[in-house]
């Protein structure tokens, strides 16, 4: 997924001989043992990966803006990850309270829930929930 991408540039990912234009904010899912190739368009952008073993590891993931003060939560037992790649979202715990600006990520595990609330820019949010395969 492209998280930035300047203006009049990009990139077009080949998938075993197809390809695609890639949209800011949009995933592209292929397997990897795919032959894929990236060709950048104009200036240099930055994208986001998400890639789980299928065989022990299944994931979703997602997209998310969130204006200032809006909640992001993703509860659960299994692995939780989310990157913030643009603006600033509070972690909101029983403990304490911890901002977390753009480009720093945060990882939960086990039964622990995590509460995210948009910072005054608000934030936009990458996030992935890694469970084990069925």
Do not use: Y
Not at 74 to 88: F, N, P
Not at 96 to 110: Q, Y
Request: hydrophobic fraction near 45%; charge should be negative; aromatic fraction near 6%.
């Amino acid at each position: 997924m492209l998280l930035d991408c300047p203006p009049d540039s990009g990139m077009t990912l080949t998938v075993d001989g197809t390809s695609v234009e890639m949209v800011q904010h949009e995933f592209i899912d292929f397997t990897g043992e795919v032959v894929t190739q990236g060709l950048l368009r104009g200036q240099a952008v930055r994208d986001f990966n998400v890639m789980s073993r299928r065989n022990t590891v299944q994931h979703r993931r997602g997209w998310k803006p969130i204006v200032s003060r809006e909640w992001f939560r993703l509860g659960g037992t299994d692995w939780r990850v989310v990157h913030v790649a643009v603006g600033e979202a509070q972690l909101v715990g029983a403990a304490a309270t911890r901002n977390v600006a753009t480009g720093e990520s945060l990882i939960v595990t086990g039964e622990d829930s995590l509460h995210l609330r948009g910072g005054a820019p608000g934030a936009q949010l990458v996030w992935a929930v890694f469970s084990p395969a069925a």
